[in-house]
């Protein structure tokens, strides 16, 4: 079933705790399956006020494809309202998978790979992150593509736990459209065999979405969340 696989990523994203609540700030995040729907509720939302919202949920019905369960506007609205809202589809990634470009791509399982790219971090990485992250800790295992010197794209695990993966992607402006993001995040999940694989994106994030299909991964539904209002919601 289609929403067990989005509660698998929901608990996978946001790392949930014992009680399966959400560490922020995301109040509640609603997933959207054709076959049901699955929630979440931050670990700051008292508890009969989760009950109440989580119950909600449990009796509301899958909406047209893109569109916000009902349910969305009467949690906000048990909230206090004026929530932000955001969301957008996630997938799941069946290896072995493959997608071709005219460049090599470099994995973390080979560590004359890593020697390459350890002193061409991006400028949007911190030098700790990106140490940790060659070296083999957080974000590990990655797959990377450089040219000119640079990294050019970037797939990692921008969430691992032993329920499954989440992939993180970058493709430097220079180089997009080329394929490369499809190229890495192909090359990563060969290197997560027997997990379960997840990619998700923002509505808007147009490009993103390409490369699900070019990699013809397989829709699942989407997240939405509802984020206290000067937050500012953040991609996984």
């Known amino acids: 079933m289609t929403a067990d696989l989005l509660a698998v990523e929901l608990g996978v994203i946001w790392r949930l705790d014992a ?50 369960p009902d349910v969305l506007a009467r949690c906000d609205a048990l909230l206090g309202g004026g929530r932000a809202v955001s969301g957008g589809p996630c997938y799941l990634v069946r290896p072995p998978l493959r997608f071709e470009v005219p460049a090599e791509v470099l994995r973390s399982d080979d560590p004359s790979h890593a020697a390459r790219v350890r002193p061409l971090r991006p400028a949007s990485w911190e030098p700790e992150e990106w140490d940790e992250l060659v070296a083999g800790g957080a974000g590990a295992p990655w797959a990377m593509i450089v040219e000119d010197g640079q990294v050019a794209a970037i797939c990692h695990s921008a969430r691992l736990t032993s329920e499954g993966a989440e992939a993180g992607t970058w493709t430097s402006p220079a180089f997009r459209g080329r394929g490369y993001a499809a190229a890495t995040t192909a090359a990563w999940a060969g290197l997560l065999p027997g997990l379960r694989l997840f990619y998700s994106t923002s509505a808007d994030n147009h490009s993103s979405q390409r490369v699900a299909g070019r990699l013809g991964l397989h829709a699942i539904g989407r997240l939405w969340k509802l984020t206290p209002a000067g937050h500012v919601p953040v991609p996984p």
């Open 19 to 68: 009680r399966g609540r959400l560490p922020g700030p995301e109040e509640v995040v609603i997933g959207v399956a054709a076959d049901g729907l699955t929630a979440a509720v931050s670990a700051d939302v008292p508890d009969p006020l989760a009950a109440r919202l989580l119950d909600l949920v449990s009796q509301g019905a899958p909406p047209p494809p893109g569109e916000p």
